[in-house]
């Protein structure tokens, strides 16, 4: 009997936990939306070998397409409910100062964001894709973020150490790569991802008079 409550108790906590990574996914977009509106661009993403506490730590890096999500930078928690910190890709030209001009694709981008206001353009794309493992379910995003779950493979600690044994489809996400996985949960996938949709990002920037 106590086996079986010590059971219930922990598939209970691991549903709270899940829960609440979701949320905390879905305020990390809205977070990475609010700063694209406030400052013309998507925050560059953070050294992940930083460890908790030292300079720099949690602050986006100038030129880093690729890391951990900036939360020090964003003002949000630094890890999911398991304790791992956030991987964060973002596709360079949303990220880069304003004055860069890289309104691509294509080379030439009409109509021009307006003097000072953005890093980008309205047919800017993103260079971010993500699939099922077989199938696309988003092409062209211009940022995305994992929870690498319960296991925690393949995600940075606050010691700034990356978890080894990610292996297949969780692999992919733990990777340096612009192709990410996201699928219902199992035996072997536990990761949850968000991402922020062009369309929302151009909306937004749009609202905000930084677009076009």
């Not at 925050?43 to 986006?60: C, E, F, N, R």
């Not at 910190?85 to 860069?100: E, K, M």
């Not at 690498?148 to 493979?153: D, E, I, K, P, S």
């Amino acid at each position: 009997m106590a086996g079986g409550l010590m059971m219930a108790l922990t598939t209970q906590q691991e549903i709270q936990r899940l829960s609440e990574v979701r949320r905390q996914l879905a305020d990390i977009r809205e977070a990475l939306l609010g700063y694209a509106m406030a400052n013309g661009r998507l925050p560059p993403a953070a050294d992940p070998a930083l460890v908790s506490g030292t300079v720099d730590a949690g602050l986006s890096k100038e030129g880093r397409e690729h890391g951990i999500l900036p939360w020090a930078t964003l003002g949000l928690p630094e890890t999911d409910p398991w304790g791992q910190r956030f991987t964060y890709r973002v596709t360079p030209s949303f990220a880069d100062n304003i004055g860069a001009g890289t309104f691509t694709p294509p080379t030439s981008c009409a109509p021009d964001p307006k003097p000072a206001h953005a890093s980008f353009a309205l047919c800017s794309e993103g260079n971010i894709k993500v699939t099922d493992g077989s199938t696309d379910i988003a092409t062209k995003l211009p940022a995305i973020v994992i929870s690498h779950g319960r296991n925690g493979l393949g995600g940075y600690g606050r010691n700034g150490k990356q978890r080894a044994g990610a292996a297949g489809l969780e692999l992919t996400n733990a990777s340096d790569t612009k192709d990410f996985i996201s699928r219902v949960q199992g035996p072997d996938f536990d990761d949850e991802v968000v991402w922020v949709p062009l369309p929302i990002l151009m909306s937004r920037m749009v609202s905000a008079g930084r677009l076009p």
